[in-house]
């Protein structure tokens, strides 16, 4: 049965987004493509989503209010960043109003260690770890750990924000130290050395349908994603897609639902995951027949996932463009690559300007990827 | 040299674009994607272009106050249209605006008469044509292409409009009786027979970079473009590439230019010309590693052309979805191909609503064009 649009000629389907960042910019543009009025909540009009719509509207994506003024306009509503806060949306949502995914899957996902909690209960291997509420239970999980753990905030890190790495009782003894307020809570992780890591985004509709970009490698920078190539493959990818997908059929999970990995020989560890499209995918905007944000928009209407995704390349890349320092940019205008600028008015230390997707038949993952990073060098930011 | 865009951050160039219909929506959203801010003036906020971007200005693309205003935000002006009104924009314009294709190239362009003298000057095939004044001139016209002849409007016309077929001596006399105002002007070509016709856009820039999309066959149906598949190959195209090539040096031509051609044994007619991106070049989104919006952008900027332009698949095609009535409209949720739906808030019988992207490794070029075709076929529009 085909979607009604008749409204969705004069009236199109309304998709609401919290926040007005580069993930959210990619899907209002893909969602524009499927015909879809593509709504933003953000602060600023100079925002990268705010630019791409006529649909924006200046608000806190964290005010119950402009919530709720914001939810008038639209029929669904979904999410660029696992940190709405979910008391607030609740509050401000109508019975009509769709959220996906769930308020509470994004409250699973929002916090660690419900997080980890969840993975546990579907077998799926990840790093042993401890809730950390005080000093005290800080103290003993420095000791389980053997004064080598990761220490992790429960809510709002992201790109190393909010991680600590403790390498010895030295570092712990700092950490215990420095940290006087425990409200906000933690989690403390065994350190797990890794060969490299990798990544991959799954989706799923409301008729359980499923589907996965393929496993890529993942490279970190300062606890920042600096380039993805792919697709590889990993012995142990089969198995680990059988109970991620278990998983999210058993919370009715829908939308995109991204794993990082750590790789160990013959395993797969999950290192963290994230309720929404992610960087480690942006390579999908030219490798795949179908990108991650098309993919999780159509997850969340319903529409079919039953199209194979196919690969438009046998090798890719995407490397990161972040700032550097201050300073205004300089971007070449002849890369090979596609470029994908976020037209973000502030170049900053650390933040995440833009990327480039490379695509190849010829050139192997190694040369692609060199390729990649002496174009990307040629950018000043 | 790298662009410089330190002004890009905080001040990003910008594009300004007269017109805000899907060809604006295309080029505005590519034009983002490289860190332009894009601008836009149309009649609506319910534009397709203007939909898309936050620097949409209310105005009518062809009044002279408006367009002044406009222009204000800009430093670079192009078209989706060859249809502006040179003199206009030539008052509006200041000294540093730039503007590509010039002014003057636009003006040979819409004109089909300037158009096919241009042709023919650089020993481009085109048919024979007259230009047509007065009843006189259409009658002899008449007799020297013994009644079978297609007269087009000079200007304006697109999409069959403009464009009256005569097959024999009846349709001539009524021609000539319907005919009372030869302002606007008309020219008369030779009725050519033809096999199939085909297209390519090719691209340049100011430092006389030159490069172009593959030949594909492109099949109308109404005077309109239905659908287009290839890529194809015809021995008469290496050819025709260097003439246009030297025709675009010529002028100095600046930017995407369109040919369509019917195809006659081993003969490469050029039919039409378009100073423009094109609908025959919307598969290049999918199926080429860099597509007709972003080039033509790129030639406009003049930034580097000499990037070799990759298929991303073996076989590829576009169909188009036209309106047929008034009626609301059904978008099915399970289209396998790359939807791009233009957002127009009115159906009408014939009008361009939206195109579907194929691309295929394994199937050929007619499956893949029946696949597409079936798939086209549940769209109620």
Not at 61 to 86: C, G, H, M, Q, R
Not at 265 to 287: K, Q, W
Request: charged residues 20%; contains cysteine; proline residues 3%.
């Amino acid at each position: 049965m085909p979607v009604k649009t008749s409204s969705a000629i004069k009236n199109p389907l309304s998709i609401g987004i919290l926040g007005g960042g580069q993930l959210a910019r990619f899907l209002v543009e893909k969602g524009q493509n499927l015909g879809l009025t593509m709504w933003v909540l953000s602060d600023s009009k100079n925002d990268p989503a705010a630019q791409v719509t006529n649909h924006w509207v200046k608000g806190n994506p964290n005010d119950s209010n402009d919530i709720s003024e914001f939810l008038k306009n639209v029929s669904i509503l979904t999410f660029e960043s696992e940190f709405a806060d979910v008391n607030l949306v609740q509050k401000a949502a109508t019975k009509k109003l769709q959220i996906f995914p769930s308020l509470s899957d994004i409250k699973a996902f929002q916090d660690r260690f419900l997080q980890k909690t969840l993975l546990e209960t579907h077998q799926i291997t990840t790093s042993p770890f401890l809730k950390v509420s005080s000093t005290d239970e800080l103290n003993r999980s420095g000791e389980f750990f053997n004064y080598r753990y990761v220490l992790k905030k429960r809510f709002g890190g992201y790109d190393g924000y909010g991680t600590f790495i403790v390498k010895n009782k030295t570092d712990h003894l700092k950490i215990v130290q420095s940290i006087t307020d425990f409200k906000i809570g933690f989690i403390a992780e065994a350190f797990i050395p890794f060969e490299f890591e990798c990544a991959a985004t799954f989706f799923r509709n409301k008729k359980d349908q499923w589907t996965h970009t393929p496993l890529v490698f993942s490279k970190q920078s300062q606890s920042k994603c600096d380039y993805v190539y792919g697709p590889i493959d990993h012995i142990a990818f089969n198995k680990m897609k059988k109970k991620i997908k278990s998983l999210m059929k058993k919370i009715d999970y829908v939308g995109a639902l991204t794993f990082e990995f750590f790789v160990n020989g013959n395993e797969l560890i999950v290192n963290e995951t994230a309720p929404r499209v992610h960087n480690s995918a942006h390579y999908t905007l030219d490798a795949l027949s179908q990108d991650q944000f098309t993919l999780h928009l159509k997850s969340v209407m319903n529409w079919d996932l039953s199209i194979p995704i196919e690969s438009r390349s046998k090798q890719f890349c995407m490397v990161n463009l972040v700032g550097s320092n201050e300073n205004s940019v300089n971007i070449p205008y002849d890369v090979s690559g596609t470029l994908y600028w976020y037209g973000k008015t502030q170049n900053r230390s650390g933040r995440k300007m833009g990327h480039i997707n490379y695509t190849s038949n010829n050139l192997s993952a190694q040369s692609l990827l060199k390729l990649a990073q002496k174009e990307r060098n040629r950018f000043k930011i």
